[in-house]
């Protein structure tokens, strides 16, 4: 119990600073926005073409948004060194993952939760079915387990904003295929059924990565 | 095995043993030795480079050593890091502090990690010992350095810990925050705390400790009573050990 | 005196293995004369992934043992994976060309490869991106061990993502016996070049690593 209670301080902590500085999310969302608007310029949406294209903008759109904000996940810890001073307290290294794995979980949440009403209002989708919630949910969370356990490698090497994407997005292609797929199939108003071998993926990407994540973050932040 | 472990307790707050540390091809740490008494400070000198920061690190079971094996009060490194790390504050030149959060929430926040009984009226004691009461609820960014520092210092209080590690903490030290780092460093609770500094400055050192260590190119290369040496002593024997003038 | 073993070994296995190919097995009926590269192809899809499984244990056993000889081996093999899986796409594109009338074709086989290469390339550019060595060793470590449990879900989500592809192109028909012996000798001949390019390539990582730390200990 001590153990998701100190995780969770870790996550109010990054929420409370969020809220006074605004960086990532306001940030990300406004990115967001953008690429979803310059997408449809560059495919100049028809009814029909939008019913095709809709899935891969939505995904392309929140990995980026994802990249982006995981990029910020581990700056401020980098600042007068806090990592260290996570480090030196009394919880373990997995408590430090988990923290910061479910703040960076619950900002790029808030960001899809913003961005999907205007995604459907800019592309006339119905996107608020229970499978592609789900579907989204599922996806966030692999990404983000995969996610923070780079950002805090990335914190430490050069060119930092440019190592995440390289080492990340090999690493998330499951999930991208898998959520654009199933995306699609949810906008298409499909049943579950038709959904589950998607999801399967999915699910079977985040149990295993958040096992071999929270496994290795260790080797990661350690000097 | 089992009569070295009995050697290091209980007496002992830090013991140290054959301590290696190495990045890559470079031995920071080259085999160390030493031990703490109870409520003993001991004063580690040492040009740049020497393996200063690495030993504090390793004490603090911030790094991991490449071999060697460290006891604090009894405890191995290894296999106790959560308790150990329970009583041991650690100071730096870098306060751990995040400037977007205000003094109350960043020793709220540590207060959190650290299971501090009866949290909020512990801050505000450990705040009022730095004398920042009136600068509680500002955000830390905003506040000049030395006063981050006297903050850093309040923070590294919070959980009463029995043993102190420093590392270089006068770098950035205005006059005050000094005179509260002598404060804290004494006492609390009528214990002696155990401390292990770490400093460039060898007259603040001599006055600091009561035992000295220099270390040079990873080993300790000269061991002394700071009672028994004044400062030109210490400079000559410091130059001595290090081929470096203090 | 093991090296030369292996050295032979190898050479007399890829003599054969080229006889196999070039004159002994029949030309295959509907691909005609290109069918042959498939024993090329599998033989590099195989090494890539052997490759990386090496890369796998040993970045587990350098993380958990720290010694230096576990990442001068998994560099090593992750060297030799990451010619290997260029040499498989190089294969693939040759082969995607008669067949399919394309020099790419996001064949899930194909494009797991790819995904491969791109792996290898983050574990390499790990490297060089951390600054100091032994934390790229640490990072490349992790990248290796991700990467690894990584590719399963990335080959079953690449066949389902082309789900009307015929699955098994290669084995489904199952293969005439002269076939199977010379893809099995193919295979064999370069999984002991593997092993020999492998035991080279990481002496001369360790060599290398003696050279810098003797110039670290000059200055």
New interface residues.
């Given amino acids: 119990m001590s153990f998701l209670k100190k995780a969770l301080a870790i996550t109010r902590k990054d929420v409370l600073s969020e809220l006074r500085t605004k960086e990532i999310i306001f940030s990300a969302l406004v990115f967001t926005v953008l690429v979803i608007v310059t997408f449809n310029f560059a495919f100049s949406a028809s009814q029909e073409t939008t019913a095709l294209v809709a899935p891969g903008i939505l995904w392309v759109t929140f990995t980026f948004a994802g990249v982006l904000s995981l990029n910020r996940a581990f700056i401020p810890e980098k600042e007068e060194n806090c990592l260290e001073g996570l480090m030196s307290s009394p919880v373990s290294r997995e408590v430090i993952y988990v923290g910061k794995m479910l703040g960076s979980l619950l900002f790029m949440l808030i960001i899809e939760i913003i961005a999907l009403p205007v995604f459907a209002l800019l592309f006339n989708l119905p996107v608020f079915s229970a499978p592609l919630v789900t579907v989204t949910f599922l996806a966030t969370v692999g990404f983000v387990a995969?996610g923070t356990?780079f950002s805090a490698?990335a914190v430490?090497?050069?060119?930092r904003e440019m190592?995440l994407p390289?080492?990340f997005?090999?690493?998330v292609?499951?999930i991208i295929?898998?959520a654009v797929?199933a995306s699609g199939l949810a906008l298409a108003g499909e049943s579950w059924g038709a959904l589950a071998?998607?999801l399967q993926?999915i699910g079977?990407?985040d149990a295993?990565?958040l096992v071999?994540?929270f496994w290795?973050f260790a080797?990661?932040i350690?000097e | 095995m089992a009569d070295e472990i009995k050697d290091v307790a209980p007496a002992q707050a830090i013991a140290v043993q054959e301590l290696k540390k190495?990045?890559?091809?470079?031995l920071a740490l080259n085999g160390v030795d030493f031990r703490v008494a109870r409520g003993e400070s001991v004063v580690v000198f040492g040009p740049n480079g020497a393996g200063k920061t690495t030993l504090i690190k390793i004490l603090a079971t911030i790094m991991n050593p490449?071999s060697g094996r460290i006891f604090i009060d009894g405890m191995s490194a290894k296999d106790s890091a959560e308790k150990i790390r329970r009583r041991i504050g650690v100071i730096t030149h870098q306060t751990f502090l995040y400037g977007t959060l205000t003094a109350y929430e960043n020793l709220e926040f540590y207060g959190r990690l650290y299971d501090v009984p009866r949290r909020k009226e512990r801050i505000h004691e450990v705040v009022e010992t730095v004398g920042m009461t009136s600068r509680l609820h500002d955000r830390v960014g905003t506040l000049s350095r030395g006063m981050q520092q006297r903050l850093s210092i309040a923070r590294s209080l919070l959980h009463k810990p029995p043993i102190m590690l420093l590392d270089e903490p006068e770098t950035g030290l205005d006059q005050q925050a000094l005179v509260v780092l002598r404060e804290a460093l004494r006492a609390e609770d009528g214990a002696r705390r155990t401390v292990v500094l770490t400093t460039h400055n060898l007259e603040r050192g001599l006055e600091l400790g009561d035992r000295l260590l220099i270390l040079a190119r990873g080993r300790i290369v000269y061991e002394g009573v700071t009672a028994s040496l004044d400062l030109a002593g210490l400079r000559e024997a410091y130059h001595q050990s290090t081929g470096v003038k203090a | 005196m093991k090296r030369y073993i292996l050295f032979w070994v190898s050479l007399v296995l890829m003599l054969a293995s080229l006889f196999l190919v070039f004159v002994y097995v029949p030309t295959e009926k509907e691909m005609g004369i290109v069918q042959r590269i498939f024993y090329l192809m599998v033989p590099m899809g195989w090494l890539a992934l052997l490759s990386f499984f090496i890369v796998f244990i040993c970045s587990i056993l350098y993380?958990a043992r720290?010694r230096d000889s576990y990442d001068a081996l998994a560099y090593s093999s992750a060297e030799v994976g990451i010619f290997a899986t260029t040499g498989a796409l190089i294969v693939g594109c040759l082969w995607a060309k008669p067949i399919w009338g394309v020099w790419w074709t996001w064949e899930p086989r194909l494009t797991a490869t790819l995904?491969l290469w791109?792996?290898y390339?983050?574990y390499f550019?790990?490297r060089s991106?951390?600054?100091?060595?032994?934390?790229g060793a640490?990072?490349a470590?992790?990248?290796g061990?991700?990467?690894f449990?990584?590719l399963p879900?990335?080959a079953?989500?690449?066949t389902?993502?082309r789900g009307m592809h015929p699955g098994g192109v290669i084995f489904s028909g199952g293969l005439a016996p002269s076939m199977l012996l010379t893809l099995l000798v193919s295979l064999g001949a370069y999984t002991v070049l593997y092993v020999l390019l492998l035991v080279h390539r990481t002496s001369v990582r360790q060599d290398e690593?003696f050279i810098?730390?003797l110039k670290?200990?000059l200055g």
Wanted: positive net charge.
């Fill in positions: 995969v356990l490698l430490n090497t050069k060119a190592v390289i080492l997005l090999p690493m292609v499951p295929i898998s797929k071998s998607w993926i079977a990407f295993i990565f071999v994540s290795v080797f990661v350690e | 190495s990045f890559g091809h470079h490449s | 993380l720290r995904v791109f792996i390339f983050a550019a790990v991106f951390a600054g100091e060595e032994a934390r640490r990072y470590a992790v990248i061990i991700v990467g449990v990584d879900i990335v079953l989500a690449t389902l993502w690593a810098n730390s670290a200990r």
